[in-house]
């Protein structure tokens, strides 16, 4: 069955500090992949997405995501982070099923100043 | 602003009220849906429609009743709820008939408590 891990549950970083967010799936054949924010009372909204191609994806506000097929992982990344981007980020792969996302539960990001 | 507005932003409902809890996107999407989001739990999608039929339905209780009377407006009439439906109701919206490529256009959500 497909899944969508996100080992994380709270992440906290420096203001300035690199993050690196962790997504592990499940997923038989070349998965569809997603990130998406949520920021504080808000819907979510796509931050980057792999479909095929270069592994390394670029996204919006700075953020980066790389597919790794070896280790079945999505992990994003930014090098500098803002208090703004205190958030909760969504891994999503795309499901057999024409419709569904296959979610992660969340990774909180708190940003130290 | 993502170009999909959700209405009310907030809603608490006793567990013999009827409620509905309203979507809209002006976008030209042909798919929407319906997310339950819980705390400390993944996303659950509860319905899809395409074209305006429903083509999904996980299994979600009869006092859900999802409606969608055109491409660009889409309901979830609550009745008899339980105080485990509270939880952030989420819509979304899709350009294309789904497709696993398929990014998805999210409201802010409805705050829903059920007391």
């Known amino acids: 069955a497909q899944s969508v891990t996100q080992p994380d549950i709270h992440i906290t970083v420096s203001e300035g500090a690199s993050l690196e967010l962790r997504c592990n799936y499940s997923y038989g054949a070349t998965p569809y992949l997603f990130w998406y924010v949520q920021s504080p009372g808000q819907g979510l909204q796509l931050l980057l997405k792999?479909?095929?191609?270069d592994t390394l994806v670029q996204g919006i506000k700075g953020f980066e995501a790389e597919f790794k097929r070896s280790q079945s992982s999505f992990n994003l990344r930014k090098p500098s982070v803002h208090w703004s981007d205190a958030a909760e980020y969504f891994c999503a792969v795309g499901a057999d099923s024409n419709y569904q996302l296959i979610w992660g539960a969340g990774t909180k990001l708190i940003i130290k100043p | 602003e993502t170009g999909v507005t959700q209405t009310p932003r907030h809603l608490v409902m006793g567990m013999t009220n009827k409620k509905s809890l309203k979507c809209e996107q002006h976008l030209g999407h042909n798919a929407m849906y319906w997310y339950k989001q819980s705390a400390k739990k993944p996303l659950e999608l509860m319905f899809v429609?395409?074209?305006?039929?429903?083509?999904e339905n996980n299994s979600v209780p009869s006092r859900f009743s999802p409606e969608c009377p055109n491409s660009s407006h889409l309901f979830l009439h609550l009745h008899t709820l339980q105080p485990e439906d509270s939880a952030l109701y989420l819509c979304?919206?899709?350009?294309?008939?789904?497709?696993?490529?398929?990014?998805?256009?999210f409201g802010q959500g409805t705050r829903l408590t059920v007391v």
């Open positions: 429609y395409s074209l305006e039929e429903r083509v």
């Open positions: 792999y479909f095929s191609g």
């Open positions: 979304a919206s899709s350009p294309r008939d789904g497709g696993q490529n398929t990014e998805a256009f």
